[in-house]
């Protein structure tokens, strides 16, 4: 069992930047395929960012925050960052980290479905 809390959430005018992390419980983050994922009121959870187990060399993001957005992970402390850019205030939104162990060291997982824990989720408000 992975226990996945998020934090670096808060109010941000248009234009600035927040840096998102998710810590991990246990022994098994380094094997876990990560993502970032987001929701706002009436919408749907939408894949925002992902990033592959182990060394987290592939990445892939929503074309939405493609250029803006970095997702990153360091397994030594066993958190996972989204590095938030040029925010709009589209991006408001509560955001939830999301990890599925994974025996390739390859994929990057943008279905929702496909993780097996989340956290409990951090608010991202952004201003015009």
């Known amino acids: 069992q992975v226990q996945l809390v998020e934090s670096g959430g808060g109010l941000v005018q248009a234009g600035g930047s927040l840096r998102l992390s998710c810590v991990a419980s246990g022994s098994t983050f380094s094997s876990c395929a990560m993502g970032w994922f987001r929701q706002s009121p009436g919408k749907e959870r939408e894949f925002v960012a992902g990033?592959?187990?182990?060394?987290?060399?592939?990445?892939d993001y929503a074309d939405s925050v493609k250029g803006r957005f970095t997702i990153s992970r360091d397994n030594a402390k066993n958190t996972v960052y989204l590095q938030m850019n040029s925010l709009e205030p589209e991006d408001t939104a509560v955001y939830y980290c999301a990890g599925v162990l994974d025996r390739s060291d390859y994929f990057v997982y943008r279905g929702r479905t496909t993780y097996d824990y989340w956290g409990q989720g951090t608010q991202v408000t952004v201003s015009s």
């Open positions: 990033i592959s187990n182990w060394s987290g060399g592939r990445t």
